[in-house]
């Protein structure tokens, strides 16, 4: 079974993203933050796949992504965020993301993504 670590300040969108890749049978493990993140990244072993938000508290998704990097140059991350302009998307690109989703997302069309990416 493939691990997600899914980081995201909201408790609702952390809840839909376990939602919907449970549905693809995935194991889950969830952050509330960039920090909490980090952690968690770096305590576990065999994360297939980072889903970040973009803008949260203590280390918003970019410094999330930034610092992931450092430690793994080789894990797929997707950010996950209402962030949809041009100039965001290619920082999120210069810092190591993989793909890009804008929310709210269609579960069909996430799953998709994350199946391309992982």
């Not at 041009?86 to 709210?104: S, Y």
Request: charged share 25%; hydrophobic share 45%; aromatic share 4%.
């Amino acid at each position: 079974m493939q691990t997600v670590l899914a980081v995201d300040d909201s408790e609702t969108m952390r809840q839909m993203v376990m939602m919907t890749l449970k549905t693809g049978n995935y194991q889950v493990l969830l952050a509330c933050d960039g920090e909490e993140g980090l952690q968690t990244f770096i305590s576990t072993t065999g994360v297939d796949l980072v889903v970040t938000d973009i803008n949260m508290p203590k280390l918003d998704g970019i410094g999330l992504i930034k610092a992931i990097r450092a430690h793994n140059a080789d894990v797929p991350i997707l950010a996950l965020t209402t962030e949809s302009e041009d100039g965001m998307r290619k920082k999120g690109a210069e810092a190591g993301a993989n793909g890009w989703l804008t929310k709210p997302f269609k579960p069909v069309q996430f799953m998709e993504l994350v199946k391309r990416i992982i």
